[in-house]
């Protein structure tokens, strides 16, 4: 399966990703220029194959859909407008850019602006790579510590937060010349595991979702204040856990998905659950904003993508067995991992049926509001 993957903010061109064997970074110039749909899977016995020959599967030239001219790449018909599109399915390529002999990478993330990425790992270690340059540049993090379950830059870059399957949160200052640098804070956050948590600003003020012995599993941090003292507040949510967490900065709201497959959403300023609905029906492993703030994704552990508008939390459109189970020689349940959402209305996803997905979302606001209230 895809575990992570993650898309290089200095150039969207590049993406890094990661199976249990490997990290690839690929060239996917060729792929996004071309069509709004496709996938790049992997298959079942790729440990045999050359290290180039990668199965990539998706629609190049033509999909399976009535009027292929009209959908067909032009810069006067941005591929943001296209329409909902079904799987077309033919061969194409992508350029590996570099290989890396990384094992059981769960989490990855990109630098906001310099062309950085972080992996995290099963066996808890931090690496910081640069793109297509062979050695990595820092080790935050040795192996041997709890799992990394999620991992981000603040926006401005200059630090960096990781968070555990042991509760605890640490940060680093990015900038530093030693060569396994100490993380300047570290506390725990929630007393079973920390899933994931949110830069609220640059640094000072942190969300955190995970679970906890007294069920307060959305929870604020300042972390100017020493960490016994650092708590600001904890929102009672999400039974047996959250999972997964956004923040939406210009409408200053918390998104988060548990796993009962519920999402909730709060308001930061008035520190107030606001709205909760229940998503999916099993538990939410991804979550994902678009920079517009229109609308988030969710995917779950059954494999399904859905997709709502943020104001009023309709939902738009659902992709069902995006990335569902296909073998029982597999480890099940697993779903999709990660999703991400690029300008342009541009959405990645990847998980356990060893694929990357992308497609093109038509701009949520331009669909006539009966269209929407029909689906």
Not at 20 to 43: F, K, N, P, R
Not at 170 to 185: C, D, E, G, L
Not at 275 to 300: M, N, R, V, W
């Amino acid at each position: 399966m895809i575990m992570a993957f993650s898309i290089n903010k200095a150039n969207y061109n590049e993406i890094v990703l990661a199976s249990t064997h490997d990290v690839q970074e690929l060239d996917v110039t060729s792929l996004l220029a071309c069509q709004s749909y496709m996938w790049i899977g992997e298959e079942y016995d790729r440990e045999s194959k050359s290290s180039d020959d990668i199965d990539y599967r998706g629609s190049t030239t033509t999909l399976h859909q009535p009027s292929t001219s009209a959908y067909s790449a032009n810069p006067a018909h941005p591929l943001s407008s296209l329409p909902w599109l079904g799987s077309g399915q033919t061969s194409t390529g992508a350029s590996v850019l570099m290989k890396r002999n990384l094992h059981n990478v769960k989490r990855m993330t990109s630098h906001p602006v310099h062309q950085y990425y972080l992996t995290g790992a099963q066996d808890g270690s931090v690496r910081m790579f640069e793109w297509t340059r062979p050695q990595q540049l820092v080790c935050f993090r040795q192996a041997g510590n709890a799992r990394v379950t999620r991992l981000y830059f603040n926006s401005q870059g200059n630090k960096c937060g990781v968070a555990d399957g042991e509760g605890f949160l640490s940060i680093w200052q990015v900038n530093q010349t030693a060569a396994n640098p100490k993380p300047y804070m570290t506390w725990q956050c929630h007393s079973k595991a920390t899933s994931d948590f949110a830069f609220i600003t640059s640094s000072s003020l942190v969300a955190t979702s995970g679970q906890s012995n007294d069920n307060r599993n959305v929870c604020l941090w300042d972390t100017l204040i020493p960490p016994g003292n650092s708590l600001i507040h904890g929102f009672t949510c999400h039974e047996h856990g959250a999972t997964v967490l956004q923040y939406a900065p210009k409408h200053q709201l918390l998104i988060s998905g548990g796993r009962k497959g519920c999402v909730c959403l709060f308001d930061i300023r008035q520190r107030q659950l606001i709205h909760t609905f229940q998503a999916h029906d099993s538990a939410i492993k991804a979550l994902a904003l678009d920079p517009c703030e229109e609308y988030f994704t969710t995917g779950s552990a059954e494999g399904n993508i859905k997709v709502w508008r943020l104001t009023g939390h309709g939902l738009i459109h659902s992709f069902k067995n995006e990335h569902a189970k296909q073998s029982i020689f597999r480890n099940l349940g697993a779903g999709v991992m990660h999703i991400d959402i690029i300008q342009g209305n541009r959405f990645f996803s990847c998980g356990a049926d060893g694929t990357l997905k992308t497609r093109v979302l038509p701009n949520a606001f331009n669909i006539p509001t009966r269209i929407l209230d029909s689906l």
